[in-house]
């Protein structure tokens, strides 16, 4: 029996890119929201898109997605080119997006979530019911196949941590058959030990095959388990890395400015107090 490593070693790096962006850019009237943005998106490996607020994050997500068509350059899905209609048309292409407020309906139980929008049923015509138990025990087996160990798949989903919310949805897509996960800033709201648990789950979605993009703006976050990193700065490339060729203080320096994060130390340092003839400093103080 072949491992989940294997398959993923052996379909992940010999096959092409599940999902391209070849030189993409999006246009508001005349503001550029994107521009001349390519990225690859490969089965078995983490892709990272890291930028500030206001650097066409937001924007990748949805052209990736199926909210937004994007005006210039290549979309591809499995080596085909394409444009999506609609979210729905994304999900039936395997591409899969967990938004960073999750959608979910915090007063249903965890099971309820797990299949919202896609509920089995059982019986027809008016005998025609949702199947509770098998939803429960699929909502059971497939969090404890991605390591998460739920007390109570009964509990409303409002009371799980943000970090626990965040792997339930991960657990979905991977059921539903995605083959390309876009998580949209998974750890913004988490504290250090729920980051952690969350990035484990990114990795684990990632080794059962999924090609996973992750949004952040966390450079350590990213440097743990991306294989790829593509940097966005007022909508455009500022950098495209791999994980052999860039390290986490470069990544870091990149993400921070650079350049300008030095220009801005140099602007901020204490300049000393000019002394006045007589022994007084500029503010009428004798040392």
Same mark, same amino acid.
């Given at each position: 029996?072949?491992?989940?490593?294997?398959k993923? *070693?052996?379909?992940?790096?010999?096959?092409?890119?599940?999902?391209e962006?070849?030189?993409v850019?999006?246009?508001?009237?005349?503001?550029? %929201?994107?521009?001349?943005?390519?990225?690859?998106?490969?089965?078995?490996?983490?892709?990272?898109?890291? $930028?500030?607020? $206001? *650097?066409?994050?937001?924007?990748?997500?949805?052209?990736?997605?199926?909210?937004?068509?994007?005006?210039?350059? &290549?979309f591809?899905?499995?080596?085909?080119?394409?444009?999506? *209609?609609?979210? &729905?048309?994304?999900?039936?292409?395997?591409?899969?997006? @967990?938004y960073?407020?999750? *959608?979910?309906?915090?007063?249903?139980?965890?099971?309820?979530?797990?299949f919202?929008?896609?509920?089995? =049923? @059982?019986?027809?015509?008016?005998?025609? +019911? !949702?199947?509770?138990?098998r939803?429960?025990?699929? =909502? +059971? =087996?497939?969090?404890?196949?991605?390591?998460?160990?739920? &007390?109570?798949?009964?509990?409303?989903?409002?009371? !799980?941590?943000?970090?626990?919310?965040?792997?339930?949805?991960?657990?979905?897509? @991977?059921?539903?058959?995605?083959? @390309?996960?876009?998580?949209?800033?998974? =750890?913004?709201?988490?504290?250090?030990?729920?980051?952690?648990?969350?990035?484990?789950?990114?990795?684990? %979605? &990632?080794?059962? $095959?999924?090609?996973v993009? !992750?949004?952040?703006?966390?450079?350590?976050?990213?440097?743990?388990v991306?294989?790829?990193?593509?940097?966005?700065?007022?909508?455009?490339?500022?950098?495209?890395?791999?994980?052999?060729?860039? #390290?986490?203080?470069?990544?870091? +320096?990149?993400?921070?400015?650079?350049?300008?994060?030095e220009?801005?130390?140099?602007?901020?340092? +204490?300049t000393? #107090?000019?002394? !006045?003839?007589?022994?007084?400093?500029?503010?009428?103080?004798?040392?």
């Amino acid at each position: 029996m072949t491992s989940t490593s294997e398959k993923t *070693a052996t379909s992940g790096k010999s096959a092409g890119p599940l999902v391209e962006l070849d030189d993409v850019s999006k246009f508001y009237g005349n503001i550029k %929201a994107l521009e001349h943005v390519s990225l690859e998106v490969h089965a078995g490996e983490i892709t990272c898109v890291l $930028g500030d607020n $206001g *650097a066409g994050k937001s924007t990748l997500i949805k052209i990736i997605a199926g909210l937004h068509r994007h005006d210039a350059g &290549r979309f591809l899905i499995d080596g085909e080119e394409t444009t999506l *209609a609609n979210p &729905r048309d994304a999900l039936d292409r395997g591409i899969a997006t @967990v938004y960073q407020d999750l *959608a979910v309906v915090p007063l249903m139980p965890v099971w309820r979530n797990f299949f919202l929008g896609s509920e089995p =049923t @059982v019986g027809v015509g008016p005998f025609k +019911r !949702l199947d509770v138990k098998r939803m429960r025990a699929t =909502t +059971r =087996t497939e969090l404890l196949r991605m390591g998460i160990d739920l &007390r109570d798949v009964d509990q409303p989903i409002g009371t !799980l941590s943000g970090g626990e919310r965040q792997c339930v949805a991960i657990a979905r897509a @991977v059921y539903f058959g995605a083959k @390309v996960l876009v998580l949209d800033e998974p =750890t913004a709201a988490l504290g250090v030990k729920q980051s952690g648990v969350v990035l484990k789950y990114v990795a684990a %979605a &990632r080794d059962a $095959g999924l090609g996973v993009v !992750l949004i952040t703006h966390n450079p350590h976050h990213a440097h743990l388990v991306g294989d790829r990193f593509i940097l966005l700065k007022r909508g455009a490339m500022s950098g495209s890395h791999t994980k052999d060729d860039v #390290t986490l203080d470069e990544l870091t +320096r990149q993400m921070a400015g650079g350049s300008e994060l030095e220009e801005l130390s140099h602007e901020l340092e +204490r300049t000393p #107090t000019p002394t !006045l003839p007589g022994g007084e400093d500029a503010t009428g103080s004798t040392p």
